[in-house]
C-alpha cells in the first residue's frame, strides 16, 4: 500500500511558466514532508520542506503549500527554467525530524525552452 | 562540500560475484545510516537501517544473507551485495542520519550503479 502517492509521472511546462507537481498520502500520521529533485545516476538533492503546523513554505522559487484535511501537497516552482528538468520525489515522514522517510514514485519534470 | 561519500558510483560484476559500497560521512558522525534501491522509473525504496554498533533492520522482502550491512563506526557503513545476479542491477543509494544535525534531510551519497552481466 502506497503511503505517499504521486499520480501524475511526467510533466511539461515552459519555460518561464508554473510548474506545480502534486502529491498525495494516506498516513495521518505523517507530520514533516519533503520534496527532492534527481537527475539519473545521481543521489536525490533536497529542496525544500513543510512542517504539519504549516501550510506553506516559500525558498526562492520554490513554495511547498501543505493541504493537512485533503492529504495534499504541491511544489510550484515559478519561473520554471530549463535547469529543473529532473525527477521530483516528495517524501514523508511521521516523526518530526526526518529520520524515517517514505518516498512517492516521483515526477519527471520537462521543462521546455 | 560534499558531507556524503559513496564509492563506486558505477560498478559492473559477473553474476554469482560480490559487490561492496562504501558510504562515508565526511562532516558528522552519523548515528543512522539508510539504504535505499531505485529500479529504473520507479521510488527509492528503502532497503535497511542501520546505527552504529548494532545489527542492521531490513525491511520486509529484502533478503539479509544476500544485502550484507555493517556499520562498524559513526563514519562508514557498507553494503555487499552477494552473489549477485542480473536482477540485482539496480541504483543503490544511502542516506545519513543524525538527530539535530542541521540539514540532516539532505544527507544522501551519490548512488552506485550497479549492473551484474
Known amino acids: 500500500d502506497q503511503q505517499v502517492k504521486q499520480n501524475s509521472p511526467s510533466l511539461s511546462v515552459q519555460e518561464g511558466r508554473i510548474s506545480i507537481l502534486n502529491c498525495d498520502y494516506t498516513?495521518?500520521?505523517?507530520?514533516?514532508f519533503l520534496w527532492y529533485k534527481k537527475y539519473p545516476a545521481e543521489g536525490p538533492t533536497f529542496l525544500i520542506s513543510?512542517?504539519?503546523?504549516?501550510d506553506k513554505n516559500e525558498d526562492g522559487r520554490f513554495t511547498v503549500f501543505l493541504n493537512k484535511s485533503a492529504k495534499h501537497l504541491s511544489l510550484h516552482i515559478v519561473p520554471s527554467q530549463p535547469g529543473d528538468s529532473a525527477v521530483y520525489f516528495c517524501a514523508a515522514s511521521a516523526d518530526g525530524s526526518a529520520r524515517q522517510l517514505t518516498f512517492g514514485s516521483g515526477t519527471q519534470l520537462t521543462v521546455l525552452p | 562540500g560534499a558531507v556524503v561519500s559513496q564509492h563506486p558510483s558505477r560498478v559492473i560484476c559477473k553474476s554469482g560475484t560480490s559487490v561492496k559500497i562504501e558510504c562515508r560521512s565526511l562532516d558528522f558522525q552519523a548515528t543512522t545510516m539508510f539504504w535505499y534501491r531505485q529500479f529504473p522509473k520507479q521510488s527509492l525504496m528503502l532497503m535497511a537501517t542501520s546505527n552504529e554498533g548494532s545489527k542492521a533492520t531490513y525491511e520486509q522482502g529484502v533478503e539479509k544473507d544476500k544485502f550484507l550491512i555493517n556499520h562498524a563506526s559513526l563514519t562508514l557503513s557498507t553494503l555487499t551485495v552477494t552473489s549477485a545476479h542480473p536482477e540485482d542491477s539496480s541504483f543503490y543509494i544511502c542516506r545519513l542520519f543524525s538527530p539535530g544535525q542541521k540539514n540532516t534531510e539532505a544527507f544522501f551519497g551519490q548512488g552506485t550503479r550497479l549492473t551484474v552481466v
Open positions: 513543510i512542517s504539519s503546523i504549516k
Open positions: 498516513n495521518s500520521m505523517f507530520d514533516y
